[in-house]
């Protein structure tokens, strides 16, 4: 089981994407990507390896964190409604490690994205 509790996002790693075409900041962890461009956010994480899973979340402007997509190496990504594979691949292969890709940036794309690592396991919180 998965509790929300556990989620640590206190390790995340702050992604932010901005959608400013053609616009020539780049500064890390600002990413910036063109319209139609796909845009790879990576999140990594120094803790021991219970920490196997990993959330991406969503907030644009004016709304709510969403959850995208929960990951955990070896097993198919689990998508939230409204989210899907084809829009935002999400890779976790390693343990500490860890990738969401937002593919054909659209301006509704714009907003804080963010990563989330939590243990593989339910013992205590
Ligand atoms: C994410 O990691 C990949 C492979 O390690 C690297 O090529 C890419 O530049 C990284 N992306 C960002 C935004 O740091
Ligand atoms: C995936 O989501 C995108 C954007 O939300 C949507 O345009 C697309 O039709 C969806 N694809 C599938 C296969 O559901």
Same mark, same amino acid.
């Given at each position: 089981?998965?509790?929300?509790?556990?989620?640590?996002?206190?390790?995340?790693?702050?992604?932010?994407?901005?959608?400013?075409?053609?616009?020539?900041?780049?500064?890390? =962890?600002?990413?910036?990507?063109?319209?139609?461009?796909?845009? %790879?956010?990576?999140?990594?994480?120094?803790?021991?390896? !219970?920490? #196997?899973?990993?959330?991406?979340?969503?907030?644009?402007?004016?709304?709510?964190?969403?959850?995208?997509?929960?990951?955990?190496?070896?097993? =198919?990504?689990?998508?939230?409604?409204?989210?899907?594979?084809? %829009?935002?691949?999400?890779?976790?292969?390693?343990?500490? !490690?860890? #990738?969401?890709?937002?593919?054909?940036?659209?301006?509704?794309?714009?907003?804080?994205?963010?990563?989330?690592?939590?243990?593989?396991?339910?013992?205590?919180?």
């Amino acid at each position: 089981m998965i509790t929300a509790g556990l989620i640590k996002l206190s390790a995340a790693l702050l992604c932010i994407i901005g959608l400013i075409n053609g616009d020539d900041v780049t500064q890390t =962890p600002l990413l910036w990507g063109d319209e139609g461009q796909s845009a %790879k956010m990576n999140c990594s994480h120094e803790k021991d390896l !219970t920490y #196997s899973q990993m959330y991406w979340y969503r907030q644009r402007p004016g709304e709510g964190m969403k959850q995208i997509v929960f990951t955990i190496p070896d097993s =198919p990504n689990k998508y939230e409604s409204g989210f899907n594979e084809s %829009k935002f691949p999400a890779q976790k292969k390693e343990y500490q !490690t860890g #990738s969401l890709t937002v593919v054909k940036l659209l301006p509704e794309d714009s907003g804080v994205y963010f990563c989330a690592v939590s243990k593989h396991s339910d013992s205590g919180d």
